[in-house]
């Protein structure tokens, strides 16, 4: 059964709560499946595995944090994670003060998901990164929904409009503790999920 799970945002509404076979999306209806990428059957079957770093430029002295810099390759679709430690729980916390790390997946759509076929269908990522938030699919950000938000906001943003079984893409999440001028607790990833949706052909 397509569902909604716990944080999921549907049209200009969020569920905090319950699971929900069919939703509205404007005037029409969609059918959704969600595949949580925190469990790891689910990761299984996008043959993906969470990797984490520390630092703006991970690796680098003070964490890459220099005057003026230009931006993190690690942002990037082809960059080299394979010496980042593997994680199973984006959601422990980690680290304290100004602090940003990066967490990389790479995905793989699958043929089916729920039992149906991805063909038809839009794909994105819905998470929620604590404090703030970037995501970054394939080196590219969408600049309205993909950049910082605020907050803890919850984001939502498009992987493939047009998925096909096979199709590979990089994810990569930035998260910096805040407020930045005077940073507190700590940072993780309350939940990031791989949504599917069927959509009417006529739309």
Same mark, same amino acid.
């Given at each position: 059964?397509? @569902?909604?799970?716990?944080?999921e945002?549907?049209g200009?509404r969020?569920?905090?709560?319950?699971?929900?076979?069919k939703?509205?999306w404007g005037d029409r209806?969609v059918?959704r499946a969600?595949l949580?990428l925190?469990?790891?059957?689910d990761?299984?079957?996008?043959?993906?595995?969470?990797?984490?770093?520390?630092?703006?430029v991970p690796?680098?002295?003070n964490e890459?944090?220099?005057?003026r810099?230009s931006?993190?390759?690690a942002?990037?679709a082809?960059?080299?994670d394979?010496?980042?430690e593997?994680?199973?729980?984006i959601?422990?916390w980690?680290?304290?003060?100004?602090?940003f790390?990066w967490?990389?997946?790479?995905?793989t759509?699958?043929?089916?998901?729920?039992?149906?076929?991805v063909?038809?269908?839009?794909?994105?990522?819905?998470? @929620?990164?604590d404090?703030?938030g970037?995501?970054?699919?394939?080196?590219?950000c969408?600049r309205?929904l993909?950049a910082v938000?605020?907050f803890?906001?919850p984001q939502r943003?498009v992987v493939?409009?047009?998925?096909?079984?096979?199709?590979?893409?990089?994810?990569?999440?930035?998260?910096?503790?805040?407020?930045?001028?005077?940073?507190g607790?700590?940072?993780f990833?309350?939940?990031?999920?791989?949504?599917?949706?069927?959509?009417d052909?006529?739309?």
């Open positions: 059964m397509a @569902c909604i799970k716990l944080g945002r549907v200009r969020w569920y905090s709560t319950g699971y929900h076979q939703t509205s209806n059918t969600t949580d925190t469990e790891a059957d990761l299984k079957l996008v043959k993906g595995a969470w990797r984490f770093a520390r630092g703006l690796g680098e002295e890459g944090l220099v005057a810099i931006g993190s390759p942002r990037l082809d960059y080299d394979s010496s980042w593997v994680t199973t729980n959601g422990k980690r680290s304290d003060g100004l602090s790390i967490y990389r997946i790479k995905v759509i699958p043929e089916t998901v729920k039992g149906r076929d063909q038809g269908t839009r794909c994105l990522l819905e998470t @929620c990164i404090d703030y970037e995501i970054w699919i394939d080196g590219e969408d309205q993909g938000q605020g803890n906001v943003v493939n409009a047009d998925p096909h079984p096979g199709d590979s893409h990089s994810i990569a999440l930035l998260a910096v503790n805040g407020p930045i001028a005077a940073p607790g700590a940072v990833v309350r939940y990031a999920n791989l949504s599917f949706e069927w959509r052909p006529r739309y």
